[in-house]
């Protein structure tokens, strides 16, 4: 049963780090490229950042750019989005998702995770 579960969304203040945890039970992580997208209130699901399998080369929103950083642990099946200088428009559901090469459309994204809610309040 191929999945993905994310996990490590949270409460944190304006400035705080979180760390997003994507991992995938069924199939091999490195197969695939891997994106991470988020989803506000009220707002259409946007793309943040993308790592591909072939060269690790990764993409990042330029919302996040210079504050997220995408990296995968194949040996752990699993890949991470470090979200540092936190900001509350950075408050949404965060989901991962499996593709074949990156890529800023998501009806390209196959499978995809329940999601974690990220909050970011004083």
């Known amino acids: 049963q191929v999945q993905l579960v994310e996990s490590g969304g949270g409460l944190v203040q304006p400035g705080g780090s979180l760390r997003l945890s994507c991992a995938a039970s069924?199939?091999?992580?490195?197969?695939?490229?891997i994106g991470w997208f988020r989803q506000a209130p009220g707002k259409e699901r946007e793309g943040v950042s993308c790592?591909?399998?072939?060269?690790?080369?990764?993409y990042y929103a330029d919302s996040v750019k210079g504050r997220f950083t995408i990296s995968r642990d194949n040996a752990k099946n699993t890949v991470y989005l470090q979200m540092n200088s936190l900001k509350p428009e950075d408050t949404a559901v965060y989901y991962c998702a499996t593709v074949w090469a990156c890529s800023d459309y998501d009806y390209e994204y196959d499978y995809w995770g329940q999601g974690t809610q990220v909050t970011v309040s004083s």
């Open positions: 790592i591909s399998s072939s060269d690790g080369s990764t």
């Open positions: 069924g199939f091999h992580l490195d197969d695939y490229a």
